[in-house]
């Protein structure tokens, strides 16, 4: 967000006021708070009523039974302000709906209650132990990369090509279509599903993909090409979306310098473990066999402290908020695939093409909405975004990889001649339409 930009959302936080005035049985009504309230505290809500010109009732009902009114009728008889203590269970952007005559007259107001500066504090400590994480991890990786192929994928960028398109032009397009199905009144949540889907690659595309035994040169070449696009491709996407889709008060800006960050974190450690397999092939063959385990440690520490670093989002989490990224994901993986098959690609890199495009870089996207948005309008926003995280890309992801690996234990287990075969596989890429040698 630009400075003055940020200025204002400031300003407009300072006085509080909930929405525009609204008329009501001839009646102007106005709310008003002390500022954002946090979850579990009590905190003042000023109804203001002028140029009432009759005796009339009001009634007052939130959207949601977790935020709790001292009062809920209104009775006026000439102008007043009459302030109502609330308390909201959990963060949310609760609505109050205020009505008068039967319930025929109705308007309803925003009333946004944060999160507690210990959840806060929590899932910054989870970010930034994973992010020490990932970076040991991207290190291992490096080690299992093969420069030569690397370099060509980077020579003739076919297949990396390919996925940019995947990622930057349907998986955005995407976004956009199943938000406006699923969360056509949330314009938080549909921001938060929009970044979702025109963010870069991340290294968790890059671990899967080896899980998967895909082509992880092609996908680390990838997740790099793609990073670099992302100060251009993101930063459109972002621009066209809240400039001619959504109308909303809020304009969201990029953190380039995380974007800068996140790119370095993900070259260096490659680098260095690429120049240690380089230097010394001993010491790199050994931490080449410990890359998978390590792999699957580290996806399922940040699945299982991630759900539980975010658990207050479990509260107020709808379907909505599953369904729609579950979709934005799997299709992510089916446009892959269907992308490389038309291109003839082998399976390994269908699997790489597959996976990149399919898992963004959660991390990007969380901070863009941080950068952006307080709590709860961010909270709101990243609904989708841990919804993702759940749906798309953590556990289904984990019962999919144990499924595949039973079978194809259960298939050796029962053809005796696989044991006794023992075959090296070398992907040599040749403009991109790789082809196989077997030893």
Not at 21 to 49: K, M, Q
Not at 306 to 317: C, P, T
Not at 352 to 363: F, L
Request: net charge neutral.
């Amino acid at each position: 967000m630009s400075p003055c930009g940020m200025i204002v959302l400031l300003l407009a936080l300072s006085l509080a006021k909930i929405a525009n005035g609204r008329n009501l049985c001839d009646t102007d009504v106005e709310v008003f708070t002390d500022g954002i309230a946090v979850e579990g505290e009590a905190f003042n809500v000023t109804f203001a009523f002028t140029n009432v010109t009759k005796e009339n009732t009001f009634k007052l009902t939130p959207s949601w039974d977790k935020l709790r009114l001292s009062q809920d009728k209104l009775e006026l008889v000439n102008n007043v302000n009459i302030t109502i203590t609330m308390t909201g269970t959990y963060f949310y952007l609760y609505q109050v709906r205020v009505s008068c005559g039967n319930m025929e007259h109705f308007a309803d107001f925003d009333i946004p209650v944060g999160r507690t500066v210990i959840d806060n504090l929590l899932a910054n400590i989870f970010q930034k132990v994973m992010f020490a994480a990932v970076i040991f991890t991207m290190f291992l990786l490096g080690c299992e990369l093969n420069f030569e192929i690397v370099k060509s994928y980077m020579s003739r960028p076919l297949a990396p090509a390919a996925g940019l398109v995947c990622q930057y032009v349907c998986m955005p397009a995407m976004a956009y279509v199943l938000g406006y199905i699923f969360m056509r009144d949330n314009v938080y949540a549909r921001y938060g599903l929009f970044i979702i889907g025109c963010s870069p690659g991340g290294s968790f595309s890059n671990f899967w993909t080896a899980m998967w035994n895909g082509d992880v040169n092609l996908s680390v070449t990838m997740t790099f090409c793609s990073s670099v696009a992302s100060f251009a491709c993101t930063t459109f996407w972002i621009w066209l979306f809240g400039t001619f889709v959504l109308v909303s008060d809020t304009s969201i800006g990029l953190p380039y310098l995380q974007l800068f960050l996140s790119l370095l974190s993900f070259v260096l450690p490659i680098f260095l473990g690429m120049l240690i397999t380089y230097k010394k092939p001993t010491l790199g063959a050994k931490l080449t066999k410990i890359c998978r385990p390590m792999f699957m440690v580290l996806i399922v520490i940040y699945t299982t402290l991630g759900i539980y670093a975010n658990r207050f989002f479990i509260f107020v989490i709808s379907w909505q908020h599953f369904v729609a990224p579950a979709c934005l994901g799997f299709s992510g993986y089916i446009i892959g695939i269907i992308c490389a098959s038309i291109l003839c690609l082998t399976r390994d890199q269908k699997v790489a093409i597959s996976i990149e495009t399919a898992i963004q870089n959660v991390n990007i996207a969380v901070a863009i909405l941080q950068f952006n948005l307080v709590s709860p309008y961010g909270d709101m926003a990243l609904l989708p975004v841990i919804g993702y995280l759940i749906s798309a890309t953590g556990p289904p992801q984990l019962i999919l990889l144990a499924i595949w690996k039973l079978t194809n234990f259960i298939k050796r287990d029962r053809n005796p001649t696989n044991k006794e075969t023992i075959q090296t596989i070398q992907t040599i890429p040749m403009d991109n339409n790789a082809f196989t040698k077997e030893h």
